[in-house]
T-cell receptor
Framework: AQSVTQLGSHVSVSEGALVLLRCNYSSSVPPYLFWYVQYPNQGLQLLLKYTSAATLVKGINGFEAEFKKSETSFHLTKPSAHMSDAAEYFCAVMRRGGGSNYKLTFGKGTLLTVNP | DTAVSQTPKYLVTQMGNDKSIKCEQNLGHDTMYWYKQDSKKFLKIMFSYNNKELIINETVPNRFSPKSPDKAHLNLHINSLELGDSAVYFC????????????????FGSGTRLTVV
């Protein structure tokens, strides 16, 4: 069964520093992978998605992620953190939910805090 | 104009009560979902409907009953509420649920925070 593991439940960076949020997937076939962001008391917003078209995926708000099959990873990065990036980040994989149906399955999330 | 809207945003109720949460999407999507987010932020799918037909039903107590009157609406009714039902419930939608719709991801509502006292 396809799943994702997010390493680190909490990541803290200084404003202007590199953001690196880790996600590893387990899959026997190339998966569809996503990163979502959840700001406090809000719903989830899609940051970016990997659909096998390109290994380096650019998303909104300056985030990008690189699909590395050899490492089964899909880490999220941003060169320079802003205070407004503070939020919970979820890696997710599309997996079969039964028959020909699919469902989005989430990792446990990583809380990003940005220090001034 | 909100794409996926849920009502109410907050719901505080006593144990044993019955309550409903409503969800509507104006994206023209065929598939809708209910997710539960617990106090540790873990998100778990509960149900999925495709064009009013139930297609995913995870291991959820029978007290939870989804209803989809049309493909733009998916409501969640909960009977005999328990303390453990306290969570944030998210509705979501997507263009479809099988190939070739998998890459689209879901559009989420802003959530309903349910507190059972």
């Amino acid at each position: 069964a396809q799943s994702v593991t997010q390493l680190g439940s909490h990541v803290s960076v200084s404003e202007g520093a590199l953001v690196l949020l880790r996600c590893n997937y387990s899959s026997s076939v190339p998966p569809y992978l996503f990163w979502y962001v959840q700001y406090p008391n809000q719903g989830l917003q899609l940051l970016l998605k990997y659909t096998s078209a390109a290994t380096l995926v650019k998303g909104i708000n300056g985030f990008e992620a690189e699909f590395k099959k050899s490492e089964t990873s899909f880490h999220l990065t941003k060169p320079s953190a802003h205070m407004s990036d503070a939020a919970e980040y979820f890696c997710a994989v599309m997996r079969r939910g039964g028959g020909s149906n699919y469902k989005l399955t989430f990792g446990k999330g990583t809380l990003l805090t940005v220090n001034p | 104009d909100t794409a996926v809207s849920q009502t109410p945003k907050y719901l505080v109720t006593q144990m044993g009560n019955d309550k409903s949460i409503k969800c509507e999407q104006n994206l023209g999507h065929d598939t809708m979902y209910w997710y539960k987010q617990d106090s540790k932020k873990f998100l778990k799918i509960m149900f999925s409907y495709n064009n009013k037909e139930l297609i995913i039903n995870e291991t959820v107590p029978n007290r939870f009953s989804p209803k989809s009157p049309d493909k733009a609406h998916l409501n969640l009714h909960i009977n005999s509420l328990e303390l453990g039902d306290s969570a944030v419930y998210f509705c979501a939608s997507s263009p479809g649920q099988g190939v070739p719709h998998r890459p689209y991801g879901y559009t989420f509502g802003s959530g309903t925070r349910l507190t059972v006292v």
